[in-house]
């Protein structure tokens, strides 16, 4: 599985508008929590399945886009963080030593 990079205010309207499953990664390549953090999220059955639409943020480089997440969202910035969207809604959100894939992967069950 591969992440796509969310690097466009413009994916982000695509991402609130699909019918299909998002799953959001806003990551701090500088920060060693973040990247152990990926690191595990990486190795989760969730991601290797690779049935949703992963997309990978990097707060350094696209911080206006993740002040836009959190604002529209009303989700405290934070790294990392995911947020999960199914059928056009954040049903689920998640930072630090909270993010478990195995958590998201039961809400996406429902």
Known sequence: MAWESLDDLSIL???NSSPESQIIFKHSPRCGISSMALRRFEKS???????????LLNVLENRELSNSLASEFNVRHESPQVMVFHDKNLVHHASHSYIDAEEIARILKK
Not at 45 to 55: H, V
Request: charged share 15%; glycine share 8%; proline share 0%.
């Open 13 to 15: 309207s695509q991402i």
């Open 45 to 55: 059955d969730l991601y290797k399945s690779g049935n949703f639409n992963f997309w």
